[in-house]
């Protein structure tokens, strides 16, 4: 696609339940990042992949997080037991190239806002 | 533990005017950083990075300015248009796969 797409854009749920976040990144982008942003902060790194492989998921605060790319484009952010702390801005980038990161310039989806209530 | 800080929260400038924006960052194995702007339901969009081998880079009206010793960068943006108001994160790279951004800075261009 044009550029990264991310659905749903706004999600509401209750407290205790199993959320997924999409995103579709930019075709022929092997790598894949996903980024937090709380209220008045800025985007707060999660998880990268490079090709269907997680390279890096020290970002996850906690287990009830968990991502997956299986065939290396789609990806998906699923949270479970979720907890009004989770609200946010879930933000989606996608690049060409990951290292050398001189070389690498995120392209951001529009986010998916989470509220739990 | 902010290892990227923008400590003005907001900034308000007349168009036509410069505006500078500020961020300080704590570890000096960064090595790469980066401008982005974000307007309100839109993602970032990278607007300008610099390498840190370098203390100035410039792309049309804005420019960044890379102060190595004092661990500070900064934004110029001259003249100053109501499109850009928007917020500015600053970002850095340890030459790893990910960003670390700043809290942002709302700038607004006024008539």
């Known amino acids: 696609g044009a550029g990264v797409s991310q659905t749903p854009s706004n999600k509401v749920t209750e407290k205790g339940k199993y959320v997924e976040l999409r995103c579709d990144p930019i075709s022929g982008h092997t790598a894949l990042y996903w980024y937090r942003q709380s209220l008045g902060q800025g985007p707060e790194f999660l998880i990268y992949f490079q090709g269907t492989g997680a390279a890096d998921d020290s970002g996850l605060p906690n287990d009830r997080f968990f991502a997956v790319r299986p065939e290396g484009s789609v990806s998906t952010l699923k949270i479970q037991r979720t907890e009004r702390g989770d609200s946010a801005v879930y933000l989606c980038a996608s690049s060409s190239t990951g290292l050398p990161f001189q070389a690498n310039v995120l392209t951001f989806g529009a986010g998916s806002r989470l509220t739990v209530l | 533990d902010q290892q990227v800080k923008q400590n003005s929260p907001s900034l308000s400038v007349q168009e036509g005017r410069i505006s500078i924006l500020n961020c300080d960052y704590t570890?000096?194995?960064?090595?790469?950083f980066l401008w982005y702007k974000k307007y309100p339901a839109e993602g970032p969009t990278f607007l300008i990075s610099i390498s840190s081998i370098k203390d100035k880079n410039e792309d049309g009206r804005f420019t960044v300015f890379l102060n190595k010793s004092a661990k500070h960068l900064s934004l110029h943006i001259v003249p100053s248009q109501p499109g850009d108001s928007a917020v500015y994160f600053c970002a850095a790279s340890p030459n790893t796969d990910k960003l670390i951004f700043g809290t942002g800075t709302r700038l607004q261009v006024f008539p």
């Open positions: 570890n000096s194995m960064f090595d790469y």
